[in-house]
């Protein structure tokens, strides 16, 4: 089966600064990457994704890549705001219903 | 829209007593899938199921777990005899037919605390 590993498991920025998260996956055949937020108390809330036939994907301050020849995929948040703050996960399609994570990471943005 | 509505949000139970936790998928969504987050730890695959089928429980314990998503009401994840180490948030989603894992909505979670 897929083994997604996901570093840092925590994460401490300045408000404004960048935050970058980082997954690798075992699968070649895995095609799908998303990313899921997830605030204190709340379930998994999907924030972006991306697709193995494309290298980047930007959303306003969010933006993910991806590498297929290396098996890892990246998160980046830019202008970091304390509404940042949550447990991120990173995600990768093992079959066509199932999902294997990351362990997660904590992202915590200093005021 | 309500979303994935799961029940109860919190539950406490003793060793050795039954856990049943509820998942209403959002509207229009027939496919139903369980996770399981231990603390510290990311979310595992526990079950799929579709009305009246369940399609694949690898990620289910062999015993004590058992899960349902009967023609009419919710989707059961059912523990019998808990343990300590059932501890954890359970999580439900819930896509339409034929997105598969490409379009799944989470619940909130149900947070079980075995003492």
């Known amino acids: 089966g897929e083994n997604v590993e996901q570093h840092p498991s925590t994460l401490s920025v300045q408000e404004g600064d960048s935050a970058v998260i980082k997954c690798t996956y075992s699968?070649?055949?895995?095609?799908?990457f998303p990313w899921y937020k997830q605030e204190l108390g709340k379930g998994p809330q999907l924030i972006i994704d991306?697709?193995?036939?494309?290298g980047e994907k930007k959303d306003q301050r969010i933006a993910v890549t991806l590498n297929k020849t290396a098996k890892h995929f990246s998160l980046h948040i830019t202008e970091t705001q304390p509404e940042d703050s949550a447990v991120y996960f990173c995600?990768?399609?093992?079959?066509?219903?199932?999902?294997?994570f990351g362990a997660g990471t904590t992202v915590t943005v200093r005021a | 829209n309500a979303g994935v509505m799961q029940n109860p949000r919190h539950l406490v139970r003793r060793r050795g007593q039954e856990a049943r936790l509820r998942c209403s998928p959002m509207k229009g969504h027939s496919h139903v899938y369980w996770y399981r987050q231990l603390p510290e730890e990311g979310l595992k695959f526990m079950v799929y199921l579709q009305k009246e089928n369940i399609i694949d429980e690898s990620g289910m314990p062999k015993e004590r777990f058992s899960a349902e998503f009967p023609k009419e009401g919710p989707s059961i994840l059912r523990i019998q005899q808990v343990v300590r180490g059932d501890s954890a948030a359970y999580f439900c989603?819930?896509?339409?037919?034929?997105?598969?894992?490409?379009?799944?909505?989470f619940g909130a979670g149900s947070r079980l605390t075995v003492l």
């Open positions: 699968d070649s055949a895995s095609n799908y």
């Open positions: 995600a990768a399609r093992e079959s066509d219903y199932k999902l294997s």
């Open positions: 991306i697709r193995s036939n494309v």
């Open positions: 989603a819930s896509s339409p037919p034929g997105a598969g894992a490409n379009v799944l909505t």
